[in-house]
């Protein structure tokens, strides 16, 4: 589990025509990432379909509106795609010759309604009004009127000849325009020029505000019920064509056309299927090509010479949430090691220190446990809430009280050296777990025996000249230490200039993995921090009458989770990524991208 996986070279002959579908097979497992050989013969097999495949994105833009209220059902593709891609821009055609008229009234029906809400919006707004809507109605043949609607920082200069009467309308300008019938034109086009919307009154609306309400009420009643029974008519259209099936099948086209479209050519009429797969025996890849009917043959092979192999992290399912550490700096090299293991016990233990309460940790798990169906993150949130609770026993902390359970070891406030030393010794222990690390990436590597020479003496000056602190007389295991890596990197490099240099390097090198160790101080702040938050909530609950304390104690405990909880989260982050990944992890490796798997059903009937 240290190591990452290479993925392995698959190959898959198939015969050209059923390239697409075969194509198409390996895609549903998710697990296959296509790449061609360099210097090959490139094959395009949609290339000749390009100009129909155009044809149908056009389709597909104009009416996909009407196309997505239906079930477009993904079959198994076992004609040519060429014969599929022509019976579907037939069917197409002959649906269009039906569906237009019908797709024409409709969007004359759903525009109506849409003047219509605006249109009773604005009579509402003046119902009760001094202006006299029935003598608007009733203007002509010489005025005509309209509404505007226009952003509410536009300021129109109207021409002298019309008069606009502002209405209240929040945020926006709303005018009742009237003026000559024969400026008026002129006046909508400025309103259009403001980005404003025009709301013209129908010829039959008339009477006054309530009569007209009432009339524009029946009249959107009756469009609505129109715009139904069109829908439903082009659902019937839809499936007497049968385009569930056809828009289906070429919807497939169009996938492999977008994400896949060159392949190697094999001969005359076969195509190789190449690239990356992280199925390491083939097992999944071979199921599906057997369940699909493909007459094709697969095989595992060595890489071309050249290809570099995308890297994926092999840890059980359980383990997989703390990939999402190592993956924020890429994936790591095929001779670094992958942290996930040591992971599982050094986040939840960090987060737990800086969050250590039983209650609250109870409500991490809770919450956790709940998200993590749609979300499979959330079970670090799990792990991080179990290890508060260990902690918040060990600290005597039950949602921020410490007058209810024993601590099992100390109340934070009351020992806070011991709080902040202890994790100074946690950070020399994983600091030089990682310079670990990196001797196992360089036994990887073939250069164990420069790392032995060298690291490994920085690695016991390090713990030297930690000892040192702790206790002076062990000095000696610092001088070691140094002399050991001076020895080593002269035996390296054999020159002055390459020994200076790995001073320097020394010098740099141990200033830094001093100032990270120090960093890890913050973990004992936070923990205090963490409890002398906890305790002030408490104070103010003391301090008040008892259902006022209640409140104070659900809020501040809210407070203390949402808030304490990120802050700790975002720390955590930060001490393993900067301070411990570091040491041995450069996230060299290449991703491994598996080809997308075209959408099964795309929306359910309506």
């Known amino acids: 589990m240290l190591r990452p ?132 109605a009733r203007s002509g043949p010489v005025l005509g009127t309209f509404c505007a609607i226009l952003p509410g920082d536009a300021a129109p200069q109207f021409p002298n000849d019309v008069i606009p009467r502002r209405i209240p309308w929040g945020d926006e300008y709303c005018a009742m325009i009237l003026g000559p019938r024969d400026r008026l034109d002129a006046v909508k086009r ?84 190449t690239g990356w797969t992280d199925d390491l025996r083939g097992e999944r890849l071979r199921a599906a090509l057997d369940a699909g009917r493909t007459r094709a043959l697969l095989r595992l092979a060595k890489p071309p010479p050249g290809k570099r192999p995308p890297q994926i992290l092999d840890n059980p399912p359980w383990m997989r949430p703390f990939e999402l550490f190592a993956r924020a700096l890429g994936v790591p090299g095929s001779d670094e090691a ?6 599982i016990v050094v986040v939840p233990l960090l987060f737990g220190y800086m969050f250590g309460d039983v209650g609250q940790g109870a409500v991490l798990i809770g919450v956790g446990l709940w998200l ?16 508060a609770m260990v902690f918040g026993l060990l600290f005597g902390s ?20 011991t709080l902040l030393g202890v994790p100074l010794l946690f950070a020399v222990g994983l600091l030089s777990l990682g310079h670990l690390l990196s001797g196992l990436s360089a036994l990887w590597r073939g250069e164990l025996g420069r790392w032995l020479m060298q690291d490994l003496g920085f690695l016991v000056l390090y713990l030297g000249l930690i000892a040192m602190v ?16 001076l020895i080593g990197a002269f035996m390296v490099h054999r020159a002055l200039l390459g020994g200076l240099a790995a001073i320097g390097h020394l010098l740099e090198s141990g200033v830094q993995i001093l100032v990270n160790t120090l960093s890890f101080a913050r973990v004992g702040a936070f923990a205090l921090a963490h409890s002398a938050l906890s305790v002030a909530v408490v104070t103010m609950a003391d ?31 930060r001490l393993v990524l900067f301070e411990f990944f570091n040491r041995f992890l450069q996230g060299t490796g290449r991703v491994f991208r598996p080809l997308p798997a075209p959408p099964p059903v795309v929306q359910e009937a309506l």
């Open 543 to 573: 301090s008040v009458p008892l259902w006022a304390g209640i409140l104070i104690m659900i809020l501040g405990n809210l407070l203390i989770i949402f808030l304490e909880g990120l802050v700790v989260s975002i720390q955590t982050t």
């Open 338 to 343: 992958d942290p996930t293991p040591v992971l």
């Open 372 to 387: 993590q169906r749609r979300w499979p993150e959330a079970r670090l949130m799990v792990l991080g809430g179990g290890s």
């Open 398 to 417: 039950l949602f921020g009280r410490e007058d209810i359970i024993p601590a099992l070891w100390m109340h934070p406030l009351h020992d806070p050296l």
């Open 190 to 273: 400025l309103v259009q020029a403001a980005k404003g919307r025009v709301i013209e009154r129908p010829p039959w609306l008339k009477g006054d505000a309530r009569d007209s309400l009432a009339r524009i009420g029946a009249r959107r009643e009756f469009l609505s019920t129109r715009v139904v029974y069109l829908k439903a008519e082009l659902d019937t259209l839809f499936d007497e064509y049968d385009l569930g099936d056809t828009l289906g099948e070429v919807a497939g086209l169009a996938w492999f056309a977008g994400h896949v479209g060159c392949l190697e050519r094999a001969g005359e009429h076969l195509v190789w299927v």
């Open 5 to 136: 996986a290479s993925t392995r070279w698959f190959e898959v002959l198939c015969p050209r025509r059923e390239s697409v579908r075969t194509v198409t097979e390996l895609a549903r497992t998710g697990a296959v990432e296509i790449e061609i050989r360099d210097r090959v013969c490139g094959d395009f097999p949609l290339e000749h379909l390009s100009e129909g495949l155009g044809a149908y994105d056009a389709l597909r833009v104009r009416y996909a509106r009407y196309w997505e209220r239906a079930r477009l059902r993904r079959k198994m593709l076992v004609e040519s795609p060429d014969v599929v891609l022509e019976r579907a821009l037939a069917r197409i055609g002959a649906w269009r010759r039906e569906a237009d008229p019908l797709i024409d009234i409709l969007q004359s029906c759903e525009e109506e309604l849409t003047r219509l809400k605006w249109l009773a919006q604005v009579i509402g707004k003046i119902i009760d009004s001094p202006l006299d809507f029935g003598a608007v």
């Open 470 to 485: 702790l206790r002076p007389g062990l000095g000696w295991v610092a001088l070691l230490g140094l002399a050991w890596y």
